[in-house]
């Protein structure tokens, strides 16, 4: 079986960080780009950003480039969005995704497998 697990969403007030993880199994996660995407309520699933399979390339949208950094470390089968400066329109759940791919795409329909989301939440 393949899992993808993500943790560390919450509530975080403007300004603020957090640190999201996606705990990979079953499947070989080096041979894998890794991938995160975003849904806020009404809205389509959207692009955040992607790093390839050895972690030394990383590609971003443009409403998170400068305050978002994708990290991954293979030895422990995980992958990281660190998240800075946060803004309200930030909010959404966050899903992580795996492609057998060496490079990540930016459309949902490239990922081969997800995880079940977490949410994220900025406000006052």
């Known amino acids: 079986q393949v899992q993808l697990v993500e943790s560390g969403g919450g509530m975080v007030q403007p300004g603020g960080s957090l640190r999201l993880s996606c705990a990979v199994s079953g499947l070989t996660f080096s041979s894998y780009a890794m991938g995160w995407f975003r849904q806020a309520p009404g809205l389509e699933r959207e692009f955040v950003g992607t790093?390839?399979?050895?972690?030394?390339?990383?590609y971003y949208s443009d409403s998170v480039e400068g305050r978002f950094t994708i990290s991954r470390d293979n030895a422990k089968n995980t992958v990281y969005l660190e998240m800075n400066s946060l803004k309200p329109e930030d909010t959404a759940a966050y899903y992580c995704a795996a492609d057998r791919t060496p490079w990540g795409g930016t459309k949902d329909y490239e990922y081969n497998y997800w995880g079940q989301g977490t949410q994220v939440t900025v406000s006052s």
């Open positions: 790093i390839n399979w050895g972690g030394s390339r990383t």
